[in-house]
């Protein structure tokens, strides 16, 4: 993340892909930053932008900040606890998907 929002290097990456190459396709939206005020780019940077691309974003997304980080181990049992809660729902909703005949995902 930089200042509030995806580096220009990440947006360049995505100008290089087809409006439609992701459409329906699932996205879990997972961000690190250099602190907690961050964590809105989920929200406000990377779920429209994912949006533009008729993306299958799931409702939870996870933020971890440098202090969640030593080094290279997760510390903060807070953010492995979203982690499974997010891993839960993308389960559930593939699950769902299976069973009601949409087919995979």
Sequence with gaps: MFRGSYTGIF??????IDQYALANKP????????????ALVLEHAMRPLFGFFQSMTFPVAV??????????TL???????RIEMA???????LQSRVTDGTGPV
């Design 11 to 16: 947006k360049h990456y995505f100008d290089l």
């Design 27 to 38: 996205v879990f939206l997972i961000a690190t930053g250099g602190g907690d005020h961050h």
């Design 63 to 72: 933020f971890a900040s440098s202090g969640d980080f030593d080094g290279t």
């Design 75 to 81: 510390l903060n049992p807070r953010i492995y606890g």
């Design 87 to 93: 891993i839960s729902d993308v389960a559930d909703l």
